[in-house]
């Protein structure tokens, strides 16, 4: 694995209606030693749990982190967090370039399929299947996801960047080992997700990212992630509104992101995932029919290690991610 910067939006907050907390999966005895052994994990990197809450489907995530509410009412004061965020490599957030271990995957995203355009996309709709569970289990966790960045980086270490998120192993509060939410990171200096959802192995699970502007907005405050699986047909929603218009011009189709990758095994057994079904809008909503989707691989043979059968391959509408 290169040296590479490892500051990918870091630090996660999520909001709850009620600003209870989540009791979510804590780092672990594979996290860096860096971390406190009681932080979480999440896409973004490991934070206190403390600061991790969630919104209903019914609410609307404000700019500062507040909170609307279906009736229309807005929390008071603005979330705070009192502790320091790390990233997914285990620095200190904005601490610069990071050292991967040698013989494990501690994080990174591994591969994806991506696109840029000079301008804005408007909106962007995949179907994926939940893989069966890995047969090995090393403390690992993996992430799903189609999506937007504001940013074009590598990995995305500049916010927002908002996705429909199938999860393994990621502790999600209330929620089974496969999972789905829907994620903003970090309006405010936070990031966010809607109520997590069981999901399993088979089921059929659709995200949609899109701005709520009318067409023709290059920039647009107001965006909803949603993400559902088609087989139970059970929806989880993160309405968002930016404290300023935002433009997303970094697609996603689809992207494979792990923490404590040990072995080849730690990946589910059917060996790839199937983005299909996936269109991208541009900024007046009209589908594009060649995005002109491109493989990007964030890891490297010979350094990386596990090196296991990474390979990406792009249609107009499909993106396969072998592990």
């Known amino acids: 694995m290169n040296s590479r910067k490892a500051i990918f ?182 990031a966010w997700s809607s109520n997590p959802i069981t999901v399993n192995p088979g089921d059929q699970i659709q995200g949609t990212v899109r701005n709520n502007c009318k067409a023709g907005s290059q920039s647009c405050a107001k965006w909803t992630i949603t993400t559902k699986d088609v087989t139970t047909k059970k929806v989880t929603i993160l309405q968002s509104v930016f404290s300023q218009a935002m433009a997303f011009p970094w697609a996603q189709e689809g992207v494979l992101e792990v923490y404590n990758i040990y072995q080849c095994t730690d990946f589910p057994p059917n060996d790839s995932i199937v983005f299909s079904k996936v269109a991208l809008f541009d900024y007046n909503f009209k589908k594009i029919t060649d995005p002109g989707w491109a493989p990007m691989y964030w890891v490297q043979q010979g350094v990386t290690e596990p090196w296991c059968n990474y390979a990406v391959t792009s249609t107009d509408a499909t993106a396969t991610l072998a592990y």
Not at 55 to 65: I, N, Q, R, S
């Open 9 to 190: 939006c870091t630090l996660l907050f999520v909001m709850m209606s009620v600003a209870t907390l989540c009791a979510q999966m804590a780092a672990g005895t594979n996290r860096p030693t860096s971390v406190p052994s009681d932080y979480v994990i999440t896409p973004f990197g490991y934070f206190h749990p403390s600061c991790v809450r969630q919104a209903a489907d019914v609410e609307t995530l404000l700019g500062d982190g507040r909170i609307r509410f279906n009736d229309g009412t807005e929390q008071a004061n603005a979330p705070f967090c009192n502790y320091p965020r790390y990233s997914p490599a285990g620095e200190l957030m904005l601490q610069g370039m990071v050292e991967p271990d040698p013989l494990y995957i501690s994080w990174n995203w591994i591969e994806s399929s991506q696109v840029v355009t000079s301008t804005t996309y408007g909106k962007i709709v995949a179907t994926y299947i939940v893989p069966p569970t890995p047969t090995a289990n090393d403390g690992q966790t993996l992430f799903f996801f189609p999506g937007f960045a504001h940013q074009h980086n590598d990995p995305p270490n500049e916010e927002p960047i908002i996705q429909p998120v199938l999860g393994w192993n990621d502790g999600q509060s209330g929620a089974g080992p496969w999972n789905i939410a829907s994620w903003n990171c970090c309006p405010a200096g936070m």
